[in-house]
Nanobody, 126 residues
């Protein structure tokens, strides 16, 4: 299993930027790491993922061009740089890890076969 601890959530004005961090504990090579979010009254949404072996990223259409996912292997840390934030981005953001054999797309990030952190809140005001 992989342990994950998120940080970096905050309240920002529309158009602002934030960088979320996720410290990982355990062997992560061969996993997909990613972020999903959930806002009150809305469905969970996969935001972005990255394959630890190749660094290949995937993004939801809603964040493409605004968010950037990256990994710092020596620091065992996953990042999500969020630019041009909108009020619709307001949500609890969760870091997730799922073994490559169980990953087919962003919606697998909250699968019971994976691991997730406790979440960090992002609030964007208009």
């Amino acid at each position: 299993r992989v342990q994950l601890v998120e940080s970096g959530g905050d309240s920002v004005a529309s158009g602002g930027s934030l960088r979320l961090s996720c410290a990982t504990f355990g062997v992560i090579s061969g996993y997909y790491l990613g972020w999903f979010r959930q806002a009150p009254g809305k469905e969970r949404e996969g935001v972005a993922s990255i394959y630890t072996v190749t660094g290949e990223p995937h993004y939801a259409d809603s964040v493409k061009g605004r968010f950037t996912i990256s990994q710092d292997n020596p620091k065992n840390t996953l990042y999500l740089l969020m630019d041009s934030l909108k009020p619709d981005d307001t949500a609890m953001y969760y870091c997730a890890a799922i073994w490559r054999d169980y990953y087919r797309g962003l919606s697998d990030l909250w699968s019971a076969t994976g691991d997730r952190g406790q979440g960090t809140q992002v609030t964007v005001s208009s």
